[in-house]
């Protein structure tokens, strides 16, 4: 199995700043890559996916980056409903997938 | 609208069998691979298994293959989750998905499962 490692598992920022979580695979994942918002209580959100195209509808201060086995998800300017859990996920497996093991983003 | 609708919040004992559901509306649900994602309490994302419902083509993943079953009944639309014989670490939210080609694009609301004697 590939294994997803994130990085920081939690963090504190204010409104406005800019945040970057980070993900790594332990082999190269070709772009194969999701990024995911869940906030409490709630099922799980697509904000991006092949590393760097944004889902419809999703804000464009969310932006993705990252090639082989590393990967960035950046929120340009960090807004009050940010304020979530991200989870990266590798598809880049045939039909077996496996998600990081999220980052909390929580206010400073 | 795409929609994926689960049933509701199950309460068993530990060795009694259960079978949820996902009931997919607004698309070809024969054209998308159906998947299942498990959450325990306070944790994260674990991918189960998925479905393709045009020809019930099923994939597992190591961690889950001979603990869960996943079925699809493509006249009505539904995919299911089963187990034969449940234990207190089935505990938690189950989600359906929808896989287009990448990420999953849609999710059920989520069916939680409490397994307690």
């Known amino acids: 199995d590939i294994q997803m490692t994130q990085s920081p598992s939690s963090l504190s920022a204010s409104v406005g700043d800019r945040v970057t979580i980070t993900c790594r695979a332990s082999?190269?994942?070709?772009?194969?890559l999701a990024w995911y918002q869940q906030k409490p209580g709630k099922a799980p959100k697509l904000l991006l996916y092949a590393a760097s195209r944004l889902e419809s509808g999703v804000p464009s201060r969310f932006s993705g980056s990252g090639s082989g086995t590393d990967y960035t998800l950046t929120i340009s300017s960090l807004q009050p409903e940010d304020f979530a859990t991200y989870y990266c996920?590798?598809?880049?497996?045939?039909?077996?997938?496996?998600f990081g093991q999220g980052t909390k983003v929580e206010i400073k | 609208e795409v929609q994926l609708v689960q049933s509701g919040a199950e309460v068993k004992k530990p060795g009694e069998s259960l079978k949820i559901s996902c009931k997919g509306s607004?698309?070809?649900?024969?054209?998308?691979?159906i998947g299942w994602v498990r959450q325990m309490p306070g944790k994260g994302l674990e991918w189960m298994g998925i479905i393709y419902p045009g020809d019930s083509d099923t994939r597992y993943s190591p961690s889950f293959q001979g603990q869960v079953t996943i079925s699809a009944d493509k006249s009505i639309s539904t995919a299911y989750l089963q187990w034969s014989s449940l234990k207190a670490s089935d505990t938690a939210m189950y989600y359906c998905?929808?896989?287009?080609?990448?990420?999953?694009?849609?999710w059920g609301q989520g069916t939680l499962v409490t397994v307690s004697s």
């Open positions: 998905v929808r896989r287009p080609g990448g990420g999953f694009d849609y």
């Open positions: 082999q190269g994942i070709s772009n194969s």
């Open positions: 996920q590798q598809y880049y497996s045939t039909l077996s997938w496996t």
């Open positions: 607004g698309y070809s649900f024969t054209s998308y691979w």
